[in-house]
């Protein structure tokens, strides 16, 4: 355990850990793009191809409303697909003005 | 790398007012890797704009590390006018990288175009963010963000409960919002990330406008602890469909939630959502 977990795991146990969506380990992860210990598709060929798109039915996915992953306060950061420079400045400033107004 | 286009802005503590006094929440934001850059954290402008600049410097090192835009080496490989094997060791080591991403989404997520050449871009700019976010961490700063391209990289909270440094483990979360796909200026989901110093938080989304493929849904959000599993994971699932996504729930541990063609919203179980629905 380094320190960052010892420093985890001292204040989860003291209910102070902030609520946010957060990984479980503590480093920051220039070195953490390696994927070699993992590995998706247990089943032979059910993803063999970017190309194909399964009718299978995902066993994880739930449906949601929209009231349910929308709240009321406002947000700092924006995540969306990729634009160029112009395109994504644009878009994003307008979805960041409308969530704080 | 353009002049910058900086902003400054200022958010309130959401009327918490027992709240004790709380940096201002500064930000600036740059052109890099042909799209915006965004740092923010809670500091003084002048502190920001000092760890600002290490930042920058990641990205220009990026670009040209790896050759970016123009005629640089990555171009010249996705043109297919550069052949990998006579590549720089780091543009074949971060392909290496890529194949190995392949191998572990069965294919789902490949660094090739169908018409055979290779497009690192993706991967550098995960690389970029992720060695900026180190940038923050080895400036001792224990509350930031870095965006660039819709991606998303945070640790600690843009409001600290105390001042920085003097109580760095306990704050209010950073709040993303992730674009509607049918109209990029509203939001479809906000989400709470990260909140404790030193451990990060990623979103990554991914829509399906990529080399004419029908891809399984209209567009992916992955959360990770890191942003290139964020962001590699988000164009898997994207490509891959269910099965790919179960996988990368189960094996990755990531959250996941993705909108269909039809503009069905589904999450898997470990996306946060808002109690009051």
Redesign the interface.
Known sequence: MNIRQAIFASVASAGVLASGWLGGTATTTASAAAPSTHRLGTVAGVASSAHHRSAAASTTLSTVRRGQLRGTEPVQLLSGPGYTAAGYGLTQQAALDTSLA | M?TP?DTDRQ?DA?GESEDPPVPR?ASR?F?AL???VSI?APMDPDELDAAVQTVRRVFVETEEYFGVGGRGSVESLRRGETELRYSHHRLRALYE?AI??R????????PHA?DGPVDLRG?V???AI??A??AM?DLELPHW?V?A???????G??FPAEPTGADP???????????D?FD?????????????P??????????G?GYG????YL?V?V???????AD?LSK?IL???????????????V????CGHDG???????????A??
């Open positions: 353009s286009t958010f959401d929440l934001a052109e042909g799209t915006m923010s990288q190995g991403w191998n572990a989404t069965e294919g789902a997520f490949t169908p991967l700019k995960g690389w992720a060695h976010g180190q961490m963000s965006t391209g819709g991606d998303v990289l945070c640790s909270s843009p483990f306990y704050g209010r979360h950073w709040r993303a919002g992730i674009t796909p990029a200026a509203t939001l479809v989901a906000d989400v709470p990330l990260a909140g404790t030193g451990f990060t938080a990623a979103l990554a989304t991914s829509s406008h493929r029908t891809n399984a567009q959000s959360l990770a602890e890191d942003i290139v599993t590699v898997a490509a891959g469909g269910p099965p790919t996504l179960d996988s990368a729930v189960r094996e990755f541990g959250a996941v939630l993705v069905e919203l589904l999450a898997s179980g470990g996306w946060p959502l808002h009051s629905a």
